[in-house]
């Protein structure tokens, strides 16, 4: 353990560059966008401590500078989650992912009578799984919800 210390010690700002590095190429490896943000608080600690070394040696302490690595390493985990997140940008097609969503408020045809409650309707090029009122083949239907790929009609 002293040696480690020691080569690292010897090292100075360097020791965190190959620290940034090798967690860049964990997160090159292991995909997730987990190691990077701890690469990139390393690099920064590696730029303190040059910038330190060049006013005055010895004025930024081991024990300091690995305190300063897990507050950047925190920070930049939390401006991640807190404005990098996929969740805090909202969407302009909030239903793409879901097509049987966007059939809401639709008027469709009825292909296959509902009869007990469950029948087809024709939306767009497609036939889909209808659930609702009895309702007449060819009669016309308005779609007002989704139940995984069968929509909920009710008479136009």
């Given at each position: 353990m002293q040696t480690a210390i020691a080569i690292l010690t010897s090292l100075g700002a360097w020791s965190w560059f190959l620290l940034a590095l090798a967690l860049f190429v964990l997160e090159?490896?292991?995909?997730?966008?987990?190691?990077?943000?701890?690469?990139?608080?390393?690099?920064?600690?590696?730029?303190?401590?040059?910038?330190?070394?060049?006013?005055?040696?010895?004025?930024?302490?081991?024990?300091?500078?690995?305190?300063?690595?897990?507050?950047?390493?925190?920070?930049?985990?939390?401006?991640?989650?807190?404005?990098?997140?996929?969740?805090?940008?909202?969407?302009?097609?909030?239903?793409?992912?879901?097509?049987?969503?966007?059939?809401?408020?639709r008027t469709v045809t009825v292909t296959e009578a509902i009869r007990g409650g469950r029948g087809r309707v024709q939306v767009s090029d497609g036939v889909w799984a209808a659930e609702g009122p009895d309702l007449a083949e060819g009669s016309k239907a308005r779609v007002i919800g989704v139940n995984g790929t069968v929509l909920k009609v009710e008479a136009a």
């Amino acid at each position: 353990m002293q040696t480690a210390i020691a080569i690292l010690t010897s090292l100075g700002a360097w020791s965190w560059f190959l620290l940034a590095l090798a967690l860049f190429v964990l997160e090159t490896i292991i995909p997730g966008v987990h190691f990077i943000w701890f690469g990139a608080a390393a690099s920064a600690v590696g730029l303190i401590a040059f910038a330190a070394t060049a006013l005055a040696p010895g004025l930024l302490p081991l024990g300091v500078q690995l305190v300063l690595f897990a507050v950047l390493s925190a920070a930049a985990i939390w401006l991640m989650r807190s404005y990098g997140s996929p969740a805090s940008t909202p969407s302009d097609l909030p239903d793409l992912n879901t097509r049987a969503n966007q059939y809401v408020g639709r008027t469709v045809t009825v292909t296959e009578a509902i009869r007990g409650g469950r029948g087809r309707v024709q939306v767009s090029d497609g036939v889909w799984a209808a659930e609702g009122p009895d309702l007449a083949e060819g009669s016309k239907a308005r779609v007002i919800g989704v139940n995984g790929t069968v929509l909920k009609v009710e008479a136009a």
